[in-house]
């Protein structure tokens, strides 16, 4: 049966009298009456699923209008007036939206924090007694993550989690929808889905994928399409007949919870409401056999129906005196370039071990994830032995890591088994038991065979776990190799679960390593293995890896890959190799590499052998930046990425001021920004902000809930080259038009620059302004084209 939302809350407040600059929430509590009124008009639509009035009442929302200690009051209101009008008729969803603040990296939030304010407000949205949880209109999964986590310590009711995905597909920050299905089902959400930025032939794929990729029910609250401005009012132009008619798309597709967003109203739903009842009856039967892994951005699926991937094992400091010094020092650059290494040679998966003695390994291991989740797409492995280690990663993780790894030791079983369930993580079985290591491949089977079954009664699944067939060195034991090929054999034939190995210690104290692991990774493929440990640098390994996967026919694609690696490779080898790197390369790809603590000395480096501050920042800074931004273009990199650039371009920046006191870098223009009347939101525009105060442009920053005067009169005294206006609300959308023509009156000469989840170019055009940005790369590039009147 399919479970139709009611609509948009916000406009439907703004007829009944709300103000703009107003609290929402506080009409729970100052005019509960005309909430019910709105609740009972969609319901009477057909609506059979209410969202309460609390979007926005949570602790850091509140305190723009300084009601944060009013967080349990004004949920319990909106739950009561929701009550009040929907009786037995329908059930009430808890609505929560985003804190508008990036967790870290990203942002200054905290994962901790962000958990406990997703946790005050959603105990009190329990408390009250509403049937489900929304955590809707999120645009970064690792917050998503924390308000998941938040809910399922505070409710038992179903957890609906909805993400906002930009035109592209992906969210702000380059979660697409499988990753964020399979990272969020993990992660024990009841229902995935999307709602609000797009309309319903956007939306549409989105909800494919999803349901692809996930087995539990999915819910999509569409827009009622794109905004326009028309006769200076904000019109969201699709019909209610136009959108009932996507319903049976949406439902064929996988969603079985259907409503609206932003430009909905109660004929909308009372439409949604009739397409459902002509709908045969539904039934939906999904299952997600396969495993895998995920990065925010990024999904890596292991199993035999898959192509083999290799875990990279280099980010590992034992044995590596001088990795394990940098760690020990703080200085995690070493592990960023090991990290992007391997991803060139080859890696699909990157194994993380934090393990120096004297070491706070959980700070260490924070740091490590954050600072590789923001600059490469390829899931983590978690390497440790300690459970306050991994709890560390697990939390920082914004995806679905793998944790390296548990044994049938009890101790073990019971430290790390509710924490892969709790952060919805893939776990690596190794078969040793408490009394030891066991020395051939039945014993290995029937230990892995406790491992499975244990890691079933704590909640995972057969799709959660990869087993290690635990390979010994032949030096000592000339069957070890074979019985670790039979033990593949037998998890295949009795387990069905994807297979790992380590294969290294295959060759421990014989000559020839590299020769002897790479023929024992070949006959370990055709044996099963999915998914094997190992250093990809090694230029004998990657041969035999290229040449055994395409023997394999387990890929598709993979002859064609092995012909492009080895076509014409004597015409390429008779190319002379470049020449080394001159320290301005090295400066540009520190900056896309993100490399925030490695490129002062470099700068240092380049300023000693008499390179000019103008040079640098032309040939290596802004060239990186161009770079990247073209990257970001092209969706082969995103947000975490750029934001990790830009603050290494500031730090090359503040070096050269350091080291030349006198040297002032010019200003490329002066902006002004500002979130427009009655808008709280200024997540956008904060990042808009640091791109373009790190690549080299003054901000002077408004804030949010800026009203046009104040903006016009900031204008006047500071004569900036560029006003940049964002509106992330519909009932905010006229200020933007409102705040142009006031600028325009005020003979303002420089030019405007709009963006926000709701606006688009067509809406920009109408509303006078002389650009539309859809991200914060998109906004530097157009405000370097104006400054330069290349446009």
């Given amino acids: 049966m399919i479970q139709v939302f009611d609509g948009a809350m916000g406009t439907m407040l703004q007829q009944a009298g709300l103000k703009p600059g107003q609290c929402p929430e506080l009409w729970n509590m100052e005019e509960p009456k005309k909430i019910t009124a709105i609740h009972s008009q969609y319901i009477d639509a057909g609506a059979n699923i209410i969202e309460t009035n609390s979007f926005g009442a949570n602790r850091i929302k509140l305190s723009h209008y300084n009601l944060e200690d009013k967080v349990a009051a004004l949920n319990q209101a909106a739950a009561a007036a929701a009550r009040k009008a929907a009786g037995s008729q329908a059930k009430i969803a808890g609505s929560v939206g985003p804190t508008g603040k990036f967790i870290a990296p990203l942002g200054e939030l905290t994962f901790d924090a962000a958990y406990e304010v997703f946790y005050e407000q959603i105990s009190a949205l329990d408390e009250a007694g509403v049937d489900y949880i929304i955590i809707e209109t999120i645009i970064d999964i690792q917050e998503m993550r924390a308000a998941l986590l938040a809910a399922k310590a505070a409710t038992r009711h179903p957890i609906i989690c909805q993400l906002s995905f930009d035109a592209d597909g992906r969210t702000v920050t380059g979660t697409d929808p ?47 399409g794109m905004p326009r401005l028309i006769d200076g009012q904000t019109i969201f132009p699709m019909t209610a007949e136009e959108m009932a008619g996507w319903v049976p798309k949406l439902a064929a597709a996988g969603a079985t919870y259907i409503g609206g967003c932003c430009g909905t109203t109660p004929a909308h739903i009372q439409a949604i409401r009739q397409a459902v009842n002509q709908l045969p009856p539904v039934t939906v039967k999904r299952t997600r056999p396969f495993t895998a892994l995920t ?378 920004l ?33 009203a046009a005067e104040t903006i016009v009169q900031t204008v006047l005294e500071q004569q900036p080259h560029i006003v940049g206006l964002c509106a992330l609300m519909t009932t905010t959308l006229p200020q933007i038009d409102h705040t142009i023509a006031a600028l325009k009156a005020a003979n303002y000469k420089g030019k405007t620059i709009v963006g926000g989840a709701v606006l688009t170019e067509t809406y920009s055009r109408q509303a006078g302004a002389d650009a539309y940005a859809a991200n914060g790369v998109t906004a530097v590039n157009i405000a370097k084209q104006l400054v330069a009147n290349k446009v």
Wanted: aromatic share 4%; glycine share 6%.
């Fill in 295 to 672: 990065s925010r951005t990024r999904t890596v699926t292991i199993g035999a129906q898959f192509a083999p991937v290799i875990i990279g094992e280099r980010i590992n400091p034992t044995g590596r005196k001088a990795l394990a010094a940098n760690i020990k020092a703080g200085n995690f650059n070493t592990i960023k370039k090991e990290a992007l290494a391997q991803l060139s040679a080859g890696a699909a998966i990157l194994d993380v071990n934090m393990g120096v003695p004297g070491l706070d390994q959980p700070a260490a291991m924070k740091q490590a994830v954050e600072d590789l989740s923001s600059l490469v797409d390829a899931p983590l492995s978690i390497d440790t032995t300690d459970p306050a280690t991994l709890e560390a990663a697990l939390k920082a993780y914004p995806g679905r890591a793998l944790i390296n790894s548990i044994t049938a030791e009890t101790e073990r079983l019971e430290a790390f088994l509710p924490l892969a369930k709790k952060y919805g993580a893939a776990v690596l079985c190794l078969p040793i038991a408490d009394d030891g290591v066991p020395t051939t491949a039945i014993e290995r089977v029937t230990v892995a065979k406790h491992l499975v079954a244990a890691a079933l009664d704590h909640g995972l699944e057969r799709h959660d776990l990869l087993l290690d067939a635990l390979v010994m060195t032949v030096a000592t034991d000339s069957k070890a190799a074979a019985e670790t090929l039979q033990t593949f054999k037998l998890y295949r034939e009795q387990l069905g679960c994807p297979t790992v190995m380590g294969l290294s210690n295959v060759s421990f104290g014989l000559p020839r390593r590299d020769l002897l692991n790479a023929a024992f990774c070949a006959m370990a493929l055709d044996a099963g293995l999915d998914a094997p440990i190992l250093n990809p640098f090694d230029p004998l390994m990657q041969d035999i890896w290229a040449a055994a996967v395409t023997l394999s026919g387990r890929n598709s694609e993979s002859v064609i890959a092995y012909s492009k690696k080895y076509v014409d490779m004597d015409d390429k080898a008779s190319i002379a190799p470049a020449a080394a790197d001159n320290i301005l390369t090295q400066i540009r790809q520190s900056v896309v590499n993100g490399e925030t603590t490695g490129v002062a000395p470099l700068v240092r480096q380049a300023l000693a052998e008499n390179f000019t501050p103008l040079v640098i920042t032309e040939q290596a800074l802004t060239a990186a930046m161009n770079q990247v931004g073209q990257a970001f273009s092209q969706g082969k990199c995103f947000l975490p990425q750029v934001l990790l650039s830009a603050e290494t371009m500031r730090t090359a920046f503040n070096t050269i001021k350091e080291v030349l006191p006198a040297h002032q870098t010019q200003s490329l223009g002066t902006v002004v």
């Fill in 178 to 224: 499988r990753t964020a299905a399979i990272t969020l089902e993990s992660l024990g959400a009841d229902i995935i889905g999307a709602n609000c930025s797009l309309g319903p032939a956007q939306l549409l794929p989105v909800i494919e994928a999803i349901a692809q990729n996930c087995s539990i029910p999915i819910s999509v609250q569409p827009n009622a």
């Fill in 674 to 706: 500002a979130t427009v009347k009655g808008d709280i939101h200024d997540l956008g525009k904060n990042i808009v902000a640091a791109l373009l105060e790190n690549n080299g442009f003054t901000v002077i920053d408004l804030g949010k809930d800026v």
